[in-house]
């Protein structure tokens, strides 16, 4: 990797920046150790190693002890991971990982599941309505796959997982950067919701629901694909409500 291919482009400093007024980003405008070294890794894939201790102090000249300081902050955020005798390496700051700072504040703040699912509620929503505008032959072909999976099946855990790959193939029509971040960081903490389908016709109850989402896609009528997403919300809270009563008993 030669030292040319890494200049840090400065582009956090810009001032169209949209995130120019948060707290993080006014730390880095006095910082610029800090600032250059973010710079450098937003050409970066995730999984790029990068340069050596002492190519980088070239590069975005600064001293060791600096260039490790910053390192680690941007480490301890989950954007850098050092391996021991192989480097640094960019792993850019997941989603799966941002779900693990979502529980603790969970914890912390003693938020409940359910508010959680509003939250999702309204983001699939969003998605939905975009994916009208967005979906291509190909996203709606996904979302017609897991449409078969759970008709093919009687199987409950098989059911699901069906219903997983659907709600992504839903965020995938989007076409929202966005809106796919946000659905897989919640993707972990909602994971297994429910835990069983608890009524025989759940099972035809969950294909009806999933299969007036996709018609209304298919039509691109905003109206009628909120409608249908709502109704599968309705029905999910009805199932939590259905279990939390089983585990009380």
């Avoid at 980088?56 to 490790?68: A, C, E, G, K, Y």
């Avoid at 996203?139 to 796959?145: F, K, R």
């Avoid at 790959?165 to 839903?170: I, V």
Wanted: include cysteine; hydrophobic fraction near 40%; charged fraction near 25%.
């Amino acid at each position: 990797m030669k030292k040319s291919e890494l200049q840090p482009a400065a582009g956090l400093l810009s001032p169209a920046n949209p995130f120019k007024s948060h707290r993080f980003y006014e730390s880095t405008l006095n910082d610029a150790a800090l600032n250059s070294l973010i710079d450098l890794l937003i050409d970066m894939q995730p999984g790029q190693q990068l340069p050596s201790e002492r190519e980088l102090t070239q590069i975005l000249n600064v001293s060791r002890n600096t260039l490790r300081d910053r390192i680690g902050r941007l480490e301890s955020m989950g954007a850098l991971s050092r391996k021991e005798r192989q480097g640094t390496f960019y792993t850019g700051v997941q989603a799966e990982q941002t779900s693990d700072v979502l529980i603790l504040s969970l914890m912390f703040q003693q938020m409940t599941l359910e508010s959680l699912i509003s939250v999702r509620h309204a983001l699939e929503r969003q998605a939905a309505i975009e994916a009208c505008v967005n979906s291509t032959p190909e996203s709606l072909a996904e979302l017609d796959a897991s449409i078969e999976a759970m008709k093919n099946t009687e199987d409950g855990k098989e059911l699901l997982e069906a219903d997983a790959s659907f709600h992504r193939a839903l965020f995938a029509a989007s076409d929202s950067p966005a809106l796919l971040f946000f659905s897989r960081m919640l993707h972990s903490v909602l994971k297994g919701t429910l835990k069983h389908l608890t009524l025989e016709q759940d099972f035809e109850t969950m294909r009806r629901v999933h299969t007036a989402v996709l018609d209304a896609l298919k039509t691109r009528d905003p109206q009628a694909v909120t409608e249908a997403i709502d109704t599968h919300f309705d029905w999910l809270r009805e199932l939590r409500s259905i279990e939390r009563a089983a585990q009380e008993v």
